[in-house]
């Protein structure tokens, strides 16, 4: 009896292992197979989504480079690397370095980089702000525009990059902003007229570095070169500083002013190289509080105020220093040019410590300027007054000095000083100094000789009647 109930025990026993193994493979076998399901569901999901989705590359990630993007979490520099720009020179980059740009406005004492060894197309480009404070744009690599006059839309030619209501901002680094404006000077009017007849060139050109209604600028240490046109501008602008900057275009490149300034006022421009297809420095209406001082310049049209009142505008341009300046076979040295029939008045105006070399016509006033090859004749002028003219020393090819003002408005105050000026090897004018209705005094020593005799002097008629043109700047 005990041992039949010993047998049943043990069949039991059987019986439940064996439904215990059955069930398990079952379970595996379903889980098998509803993982095969899930599989082939995903595959059937990106095969039915197959223009909508990327495929996974299997291939590693490439090494970073070294030096970009390592940068920590929460650093303030922005390199445009990091914001996908290639590098490449031919990549189009404007956007990564629009991103860089607006993440760093955010951030206080926030650094754009440019990186060294690359360079980066940008396409007509505005950086806006207002920004937060101490704001850097570090250029060490080189930024190239457009080379393709073709390539320009036609409501971006005024600039190239435009910085706009920047404040307490500074450009700096030892890397290069190439404008690449080769196409857009022609080497003859014939080609161009011809080529401005099929539109094949714009009325107007762009600037390559534009700076419009910021203030506490500075910009030191790079290299501007081959602007279309001027290489850097300052528009309704204040509390600006360049420093130690080169520009550099070749002679025959038009239009391409180094430095232009409007309506901008308490500038510093130090230590710098300029040589440049147009003006070294220009300095146009509302200017005021302006020192330029230690820079080479050459070659170019020198140093220049003006032209000034052009279509009878008005023009306001005082307290100007120009000094310790260095000029190499430039058109003009220092110089004051303005249109007929202007008003307003250049005041307060210092040129000092001035070195010519085989310059054209080292001192000039000129109150008959026009750019074409005929002028109408107009009364009325902008008013010259308190223009100082010291140690001016060198050589000249055309003509010593230069005034020739209105015959309306006559120029007064205007003093020479110490001008000691020699032809040149490749002298082919004159050596009489030409002063016309100009009223102020000079001193020695003076040569050539004709200097002494060449200003006026001063009449309180005279005066009057200058000064009756100013008091539309007050």
């Not at 680094?173 to 190439?178: A, E, F, H, K, L």
């Not at 003076?446 to 200058?466: E, F, H």
Request: proline share 6%.
């Amino acid at each position: 009896m005990k041992r039949d109930k010993r047998l049943c025990l043990l069949a039991f026993m059987a019986i439940m292992f064996l439904v215990f193994i059955t069930s398990s493979i079952t379970s595996v076998e379903g889980r098998k197979h509803h993982v095969k399901k899930g599989k082939t569901h995903k595959h059937q999901k990106d095969k039915n989504n197959k223009g909508n989705s990327t495929a996974p590359d299997s291939s590693p990630a490439p090494a970073p480079l070294p030096g970009y993007g390592s940068y920590p979490t929460g650093s303030n520099i922005f390199d445009v690397l990091s914001f996908g720009a290639k590098g490449d020179g031919v990549s189009d980059d404007s956007k990564a370095l629009l991103a860089a740009w607006k993440a760093a406005c955010n951030m206080p004492k926030a650094t754009v980089e440019i990186p060294s060894e690359f360079k980066f197309l940008i396409k007509p480009i505005t950086l806006q702000g207002p920004c937060m404070p101490h704001l850097v744009l570090q250029i060490r690599g080189a930024l190239l525009a457009p080379p393709k006059v073709g390539s320009w839309p036609k409501s971006s030619r005024f600039q190239w990059i435009n910085f706009k209501w920047i404040h307490n901002f500074t450009i700096q680094g030892s890397g290069v902003v190439d404008g690449q404006g080769s196409q857009w000077w022609t080497p003859s009017d014939q080609i161009y007229y011809t080529q401005k007849k099929f539109k094949h060139i714009p009325n107007w050109k762009p600037t390559a570095l534009r700076f419009y209604s910021s203030f506490n600028v500075t910009v030191r240490d790079i290299k501007i070169i081959n602007s279309p046109q001027c290489h850097l501008k300052f528009d309704s602008s204040g509390g600006i500083k360049v420093n130690n900057i080169t520009i550099s275009s070749p002679e025959s490149s038009p239009n391409t002013d180094g430095i232009h300034m409007q309506n901008t006022r308490d500038v510093e421009i130090q230590h710098s190289n300029i040589g440049c297809g147009d003006d070294c420095v220009s300095i146009q209406t509302g200017c005021s509080n302006v020192h330029i001082h230690h820079i080479n310049c050459g070659p170019g049209h020198g140093i220049s105020l003006g032209g000034l009142g052009k279509e009878k505008s008005v023009a306001c341009v005082s307290d100007i220093v120009v000094e310790k300046i260095s000029l190499l076979n430039t058109l003009a040295g220092v110089r004051i040019k303005t249109w007929q029939g202007g008003m307003g008045s250049v005041k307060n105006v210092s040129f000092s410590n001035i070195q010519v070399s085989d310059v054209k016509v080292p001192l000039i006033i000129d109150q008959y300027y026009c750019d074409k090859n005929v002028c109408k004749n107009q009364t009325g002028a902008v008013a010259i007054s308190g223009v100082k003219y010291d140690q001016i020393i060198g050589t000249y090819s055309v003509q010593p000095v230069h005034l020739a003002c209105s015959n309306d408005i006559p120029c007064t105050d205007v003093n020479l000083i110490d001008i000691q000026l020699k032809p040149s090897f490749r002298y082919r004018g004159f050596h009489q100094a030409l002063c016309w209705n100009s009223y102020g005094k000079s001193q020695a020593p003076l040569l050539p000789s004709s200097i002494d005799s060449c200003l006026r002097r001063d009449g309180g008629s005279v005066k009057r009647i200058a000064r009756s043109r100013e008091h539309v700047c007050f």
